[in-house]
């Protein structure tokens, strides 16, 4: 079988919508070359929760690992992707699969 390996991350800007009341992307150069500096650095600041990402299960438990603790070899292999672009709210009912055996990783595709 030919596996792919697809990398779906997506870039980021100020324009990237965060969840409503969270710290949107921002970029602040502290150092440019342009300015006389030796080097180019930058300060980011943002939510977590910002393009793609992954909620670790302390987003939702308190008591669960951070993302921190868990294994990034889980993050790698077959997946579902559910369409679910253009919804403002995802329920249930969106989230049924096919019948091709157990999932193992479930992706949402969406419009942002």
Known sequence: MNRR?????????????????DQPFSLR???????????????????????THV????HFDSDAPGIDQLLTEVYVGTAQVVN???KSHI???????P???PVGRLLLRTDS
Request: zero cysteines.
């Open 99 to 101: 019948a091709h055996g």
């Open 5 to 21: 390996l697809y990398d779906i991350s997506r870039p980021v800007s100020d324009s990237t919508p965060v969840w409503p009341g």
């Open 84 to 86: 679910v672009s253009g």
């Open 91 to 97: 329920g249930v009912d969106d989230l049924k699969l």
């Open 29 to 51: 150069w502290t150092m440019r070359q342009d300015r006389g500096a030796t080097v180019n650095v930058g300060q980011v600041t943002s939510t977590l929760h910002l393009g």
């Open 55 to 58: 909620d670790a299960p302390l």
